[in-house]
Nanobody, 124 residues
């Protein structure tokens, strides 16, 4: 069973940066894709980025391309999401998820395992 635990959320000001981390345990070779999503209050969950564990390839949603960066640390079994130039509209609960796929999906229904989420609040 894959377990995902997010950390690093908090309250920041507009323009600040924040680094979220997802600790991944129990992963096997069939669970290659790890993604980050967010859900703002009253809105649907939104795909942000994904990374392939074996190759390190990445895929970003257009709205966050250039502002958010996903990376993995194989030695520590973590997948991080670096958030920069944060805006109040980035306020949301951020989730990491893992999928039993080799490609990098953006549909949340493709992901098999989810973390509990970490709150990011950006004040203006």
């Amino acid at each position: 069973q894959v377990e995902l635990v997010e950390s690093g959320g908090g309250l920041v000001q507009a323009g600040d940066s924040l680094r979220l981390s997802c600790a991944v345990s129990g992963r096997d070779s069939t669970t290659n894709a790890v993604g980050w999503f967010r859900q703002a209050q009253g809105k649907e969950r939104e795909f942000l980025a994904a990374i392939g564990w074996s190759l390190g390839n990445t895929y970003y949603a257009d709205p966050v391309k250039g502002r958010f960066t996903i990376s993995r640390d194989i030695a520590n079994n973590t997948v991080d999401l670096q958030l920069t130039s944060l805006k109040p509209e980035d306020t949301a609960v951020y989730y990491c998820a893992a999928a039993r796929t080799f490609y990098l999906p953006k549909l949340e229904t493709t992901y098999d395992f989810w973390g509990q989420g970490t709150q990011v609040t950006v004040s203006s």
